[in-house]
Every structure is written in C-alpha cells, then in structure tokens.
C-alpha cells in the first residue's frame, strides 16, 4: 500500500499508520496543518502525537486533543471539544457541541456525539428555537461502534462498547455493553457470556442460526472503516485508468482489451462504492450500450467484436465470455435500474428433456467448476426470463434442474462433483459457489446438507497448494467464503472456525489494496483471472469477498456498503 509522498490521502483515512509510515514531506504537511488550527478561530490544544486529516472540518471553539489521538478522513468537529489520550474520531464522524472523552476511546466511522439540542417550543419555529447544551460525556476505555448517535446530556461509564447503528439515549454505566435504538444494556462486558444473537457491534447475525457473531476487535472494525473510506475516495481513480478514451470502452486494466465484463465490473464498482454509475459516460448511455449487446435472436451477450453466440444443446453455451455475461451484463443493467432488452430465449426454449441429459454430460467428475458455472448460467438466465415476464424455460425444465440437484449431490460432502489427486476438492468447492450462486441463493432456497458442506469447504481451506501465503487469489477466497456464509444461514456448525478462518483472510485482503488502482485477482497456477495486476475484475471481487468475509466475522456494518449485484446476499428474486 505504497503511496507517493505528495499524496497522504491514505493517513486521512488510516491515521493509525501515520506514525510508522509517514515520510518527512507528509509530517511536515501535518505540522502546517496543525499550525493553522493553532492559529485559527477558538482556542486549540494539540497534544504530542496527534494527527488531523487534511478533509477533516474542524471548526471549533475550543478543542483539546489528547497526546496520540487523531480526527481522520471528512469527520466534522465544532463546539467545545475535549478528549484524552490515544482517542480516535474516525472518518465521516460528526462531533458537536460540548463533548468531553477520557482516555481510549474508539468513535466508529460515520458516527454522531452530538452536545447540543434545539428548543421544541410550539410558539417559535424549529430554526429560532434557543440551542441548548447539556453535553456528552464518555469515559475511559470506550468503544463505539459506527453510525453509532449519541445525544445531548447523555453520560457514557469507562469500558463500555456501544454496537454499531444504536442510538445512546440515556445515561450507560461503567463496563455496559449496549445496542439497538434506543440503545439498551446486552449485558456486563466482564461478563464472559456472548451477548444476544445479532447484538454484537458489527449488528449481524444469521437469519437461520441461533448463535451469536462475535463483534471483531475495535481495531478491525476501524480499518474496515477506514478502508472503505479510502476505497471511495479513490474509486474514480481506479475507473478512470482502466477507462480507454480511444475506444470508449473499458478494459480490466491498463494494456488489456476492452471487454463487456471490464464494463460491468466497472458498474458493479461504482454502484458499490459510489452509488452512482461510473461518471465515464452518462448513465443512459451505460444502459444503451449494455442493452444494445444482446443478441435479439437468442437473447445471449457476445463478446465485442465476435459474432452472435450459438446456444449450447441446453440453452447457453457450456463455456467462455457469452455464459458468463447471462449474469455480468444482466446484473450491471439490474443496478443501473435496466433490464435485458429481450428474454434468454435460447434457454426460454429447453426443455427437461433436453437439460436433463445435458447436466449429467457436464464434466463433474474433474472439472466440476466448469460443471457448476454451466449451472449458474443457466438459472440466471431463467431468472432474468422471470423478471421480464417471460416463461424461465419450457415447462418443468426449472423444476427438473433443482430435482437433478437435489437427487445428485453428494450427501458425504454436500458437494457435486469429486476431488481430483491434482487439486484436491478445489473443482468440487470452486463448483459448488457457481452451482449455489445462481440456483438455491438466487432463488432463495436452502442448500441441502450444509453441515457436510462446511466440513469440506473448511477441509479444504487446509490445503496449501491453494492456501499457502502467495498463492490466495480472488476466485479461491470467494469460492469458500461464499458456501460458508450461505450455509450460516441455516447452520451454526463449526461456526468459531468459520468465524477465525474469515478473520485471517479479512486482514490480509485488506493489504492488498493498490492505491487508486484498486485490487489484483491474484495468482492462478492454471493461468485464469488477470493475474497480479490491479483491475477491476480483481476490485469487483475483493469488495464483495471482504463484505462476505465481514459478515461471517460479524462486522460488515464497519464496511458502509453491501453487494447488490452479482454477489448480493439476498435473493434475487421476491419471495
């Protein structure tokens, strides 16, 4: 995560790394910065140690900063303002009025401490109503999670922790642990009971478990914060470069050729990061031409330049660019608020009797990845038919795909497909996300066999041919991640595994952002995926893993985003 000197955008969003890393041009940026606020308007105390972004807005009337303690990336701070040692006011943090905190104290991203109130008197408009102020007191070793609001006269007791969303109404003791709005007492925090399913400060639990997440440490929650900050305000940056004006098309990266996944990929990005389309063209333009790609005969995506796809005997092809675009293209016209223009007709056309022999031809017996991808394609491509009004297939071709499913999978591993003595059960694991992803997941169905499933996937996370340090990459990661996550939802087996296995992975996809260039997929031995170098294949996977890797651990809220396209979490149809 190497930056240029000129350029201290990452300590803005991860001041806790400006100590250690900062090079002498970037501290004697930061000693201007804390010279103008010595000079400003109100009286300002800086301790030793301190730091304050330069997007921060800091306006105030008094403010006292304690020795090591920083206001990171667009927090906003006016009032009178007191903190001790070693607190940190994170980015997108809101802190007015009189506030006075001890020492530690951790204020999550996007939260609001707000020392002041407005009169309510019916006589006077909200506007001139007298501002009065009680203030917010918070005392030592204190943990707010993020988008956490805390209101005038509230006193917050040391050693607390506040989960991520709650609304602080009323005083808390010393050593509470509260959440929800208006925020309650879960329970003592030296109390070593968990607390109470989905009251954690990540704000998570699963829908069909009964067990508890635990919240994270303090310090990942802040650099999942932190990192989704910086991921913003670099997502222009990474767009733009893999962005050819010559063309006006994108490619995954700088030297590649444009392609129609580079362009939904880009979607995917900016809807995550942005909430808008990507600003290289106008969002009509960006429905114009995805729409303007499919083939009106067959309903299938060719790639550009390539000539209309032929189906395969059931439907999509059993591989390449045009399968995969059933869901790219028709995901990235989802978020900009599209649709196809067409159905899929070539598989509106299957029938069972065509897909039932074609899906015990597919290759599960070495090449059960290939297998499962077949599958994903296919039930997309029906679920887009759905969407649109149309039949998904022949009638009883959907039925007989989930009976087929359900009939063959393999009850020992939860599995479809064998491990091979090359690469172990990576096709099996690899096969089962792209199987699940768009059948049981996006239909909203249930796995079967979710026990056995997390058996294998966890086994598998042991094998170093593919998990050894060096060799992660993008697809291997969310092809476990994902049927640990799924199968959470209806099971709590070996969660504490699933839940340290998530933490490690989490940490280290952290690192492996490139500043305004986003993420890499990674090393494939067998040549698939780009490879070492930044693009946005590599970023649109990263993102959704690490919210998938936050969720198992319990604190995606941290993240301020969640995945709406490919890698949604909820099913994508209603119901």
Not at 403 to 409: D, E, I, K, S
Request: proline share 9%; charged share 20%.
């Amino acid at each position: 995560m190497n930056q240029p000197e000129s350029d201290d955008g990452l300590f803005d969003h991860c001041p806790w790394l400006y100590a250690e890393q900062a090079s002498q041009a970037q501290r004697a940026a930061q000693e201007q910065r804390r010279k103008r606020l010595l000079a400003g308007a109100g009286t300002v105390q800086l301790g030793e140690g301190c730091f304050v972004a330069r997007t921060a807005a800091v306006y105030p009337d008094h403010l006292d900063l304690g020795d090591r303690s920083y206001i990171a990336a667009h927090a906003y701070v006016t009032g009178d303002i007191r903190t001790g040692a070693d607190c940190t006011i994170n980015p997108f943090t809101v802190v007015r009025g009189t506030v006075a905190l001890g020492d530690g104290v951790r204020v999550g991203a996007h939260s609001s401490l707000l020392g002041f109130n407005h009169g309510t008197d019916p006589d006077l408009p909200v506007h001139r109503q007298p501002v009065t102020s009680r203030g917010i007191t918070i005392g030592d070793d204190v943990w707010i999670g993020s988008h956490v609001v805390v209101l005038d006269g509230v006193t917050i007791g040391d050693h607390c922790v506040i989960g991520a969303g709650a609304v602080v109404t009323k005083d808390l003791p010393a050593w509470t642990m509260a959440a929800g709005n208006p925020a309650r007492r879960i329970r003592d925090r030296r109390d070593p009971r968990e607390a109470e399913p989905g009251r954690g400060t990540g704000g998570s639990t699963a829908p069909g478990g009964t067990a508890p997440r635990p919240a994270g440490t303090p310090a990942l929650v802040e650099e999942l914060s932190a990192f989704a900050g910086a991921a913003r305000a670099q997502a222009v940056d990474v767009l733009d470069r893999c962005w050819r004006p010559d063309t006006r098309r994108y490619a995954d990266r700088p030297g590649a050729e444009p392609t129609v996944r580079a362009h939904c990929d880009a979607v995917e990005i900016a809807d995550l990061l942005l909430g808008e389309a990507p600003s290289q063209l106008p969002a009509a333009e960006h429905v114009a031409r995805l729409r303007g790609l499919q083939d009106p005969a067959t309903g299938l995506i060719p790639e550009y330049g390539a000539p209309p796809p032929l189906p395969g005997p059931a439907g999509v092809p059993d591989d390449g660019a045009p399968a995969y675009h059933v869901l790219c293209v028709g995901y990235a016209l989802d978020l900009l608020g599209s649709s196809f223009a067409h159905p899929v007709h070539a598989v509106r056309r299957t029938t069972a009797e065509q897909l039932v022999p074609h899906l015990a031809r597919l290759p599960w017996h070495d090449r059960a990845w290939h297998a499962g991808a077949w599958v994903d394609s296919w039930a997309t491509a029906a679920h887009w038919n759905l969407r649109l009004g149309a039949e998904p297939a022949a009638p009883g071709a959907l039925e007989a795909l989930f009976g087929r499913l359900h009939t063959r999978v393999d009850r020992r591993t939860g599995m479809w497909g064998s491990p091979t003595p090359r690469d172990g059960h990576l096709q099996p694991v690899n096969g089962y996300y792209r199987l699940t992803r768009g059948s049981f997941a996006q239909f909203g169905l249930p796995v079967p066999y979710p026990e056995r499933v997390i058996d294998t996937v966890l086994d598998h996370t042991r094998d170093p041919r593919h998990f050894a340090p060096g060799r992660e990459n993008a697809c291997n990661i969310l092809d476990v991640i994902h049927p640990l996550w799924l199968c959470a939802r209806q099971t709590t087996h070996r969660s504490e595994e699933a839940r340290a296995w998530a933490a490690a992975q989490l940490t280290a996809a952290l690192r492996r952002w490139h500043p305004g260039q986003g993420f890499a997929f990674g090393p494939a031995p067998d040549g698939t995926g780009p490879g070492r170098d930044p693009g946005l294949q590599g970023t649109e996977m990263w993102l959704a893993i690490i919210w998938l890797l936050a969720d198992v651990v319990g604190v995606a809220d941290a993240l301020g985003y969640r995945p709406r396209g490919i890698h949604r979490p909820e099913p994508a149809l209603p119901g």
